[in-house]
């Protein structure tokens, strides 16, 4: 009797078995579509861009640092990691694949950024800093005052180079990019100082490539490229220059009112936004010998050219910032800040603080 009753309850059990399958697979058929459309996610925590490297081991810090410090510690977009999920089913051969990725803003972008901002809002007429040219239009601008740009149509690239910042070396990778640049007897150019300055005829074709060509320029510290200019033309034989001068008569010589009213300053001293027109030409790229390395790398990103070339490292008997000193002890506090005042444009324009 009681075997006859295991038997009636193991046949009820394994009929509730069945009859759950049977529901289950059913309930699957029905809702096959909603499951294979379905969407996946992964949660990543989202985490501040690195800060350089640079930034970590300086004791002191720049407004440029703390600028990109307060940055980063704002609520920044979510990274999330590519995921791939792969649904196969059996109603046919294809895999449906999603991918979903979405990236934060590095401390390289962050400082591109904070570098174009700074331009944009002190050539903004809003701003109360005036300064010679600033509310000038392009088509005021003569074509003479246009020769530091040197423009690579088959990339689409505009470079405004300024002398004493590295213009050698871009102006080589330029020559690397262009290949259309040739000497009058058709042989290409082997020095990069022998490019020619590029001579925009018609001012339409002008606007065209400043609104759809990727525009740079690199900068430097006023002060020290002055005495790197100096260093260069004066101090070392020059067969260009051949007085010998000393730094403060070199100082007087730029702060004399007769020096610009005889003719025009020397591109190696002659103001960065009297070359690159920052007001009127809006760049995409603003470079800095200071963080030469990494914002050539970045640039190279931006062009897409990481690949195919590669900026020679920054150089190790670059004038040193801190040479700006002892260059200065024998000048008058009185003559420095006339000095600033001639380059106060530049300081301010590219975000080097008041010496």
Request: glycine share 4%; aromatic share 14%.
């Amino acid at each position: 009797m009681w075997n006859i009753l295991k038997l009636k309850m193991l046949r009820q059990l394994q009929f509730f078995l069945l009859l759950g399958t049977l529901f289950i697979i059913f309930f699957i058929i029905v809702h096959w579509d909603d499951m294979k459309d379905g969407t996946f996610y992964l949660h990543v925590a989202s985490s501040s861009p690195a800060l350089p490297t640079s930034m970590k081991s300086s004791g002191r810090w720049t407004s440029e640092d703390s600028f990109l410090w307060k940055e980063s510690s704002r609520s920044v977009k979510p990274k999330l990691t590519i995921i791939k999920t792969h649904l196969k089913y059996d109603q046919g051969p294809n895999n449906l694949t999603y991918t979903f990725t979405q990236s934060s803003p590095t401390h390289l972008e962050l400082r591109q950024a904070h570098r174009r901002r700074i331009i944009r809002e002190l050539c903004s007429a809003n701003s109360s800093f005036n300064f010679p040219g600033k509310f000038k239009t392009f088509d005021q601008i003569p074509s003479k005052a246009l020769g530091h740009l040197i423009v690579d149509d088959r990339h689409g690239v505009i470079y405004c180079f300024v002398p004493k910042v590295a213009c050698t070396n871009c102006k080589g990778i330029m020559i690397v990019l262009s290949q259309n640049l040739k000497a009058p007897d058709e042989a290409p150019y082997l020095d990069p100082l022998d490019i020619p300055s590029t001579v925009w005829t018609l001012r339409q074709l002008m606007h065209h490539k400043l609104k759809n060509y990727t525009k740079f320029l690199f900068i430097r510290d006023p002060f020290v490229r002055l005495i790197s200019a100096f260093r260069n033309k004066f101090a070392l034989p020059n067969e260009d220059f051949y007085i010998q001068l000393s730094f403060t008569h070199f100082i007087k010589y730029l702060l004399d009112p007769q020096t610009e009213k005889e003719k025009h300053f020397n591109e190696h001293w002659q103001q960065i936004y009297r070359l690159c027109h920052p007001c009127q030409i809006e760049y995409d790229f603003v470079g800095k010998l200071e963080t030469l390395d990494e914002d050539t790398e970045h640039l190279l990103k931006i062009l897409g050219m990481e690949n195919q070339i590669c900026f020679p490292p920054g150089y190790r008997n670059r004038t040193a910032a801190n040479w700006e000193r002892d260059w200065f002890a024998n000048i008058s506090v009185a003559d420095r800040r006339k000095l600033y005042n001639l380059y106060e444009a530049d300081f301010r324009l590219f975000g080097y603080g008041k010496p």
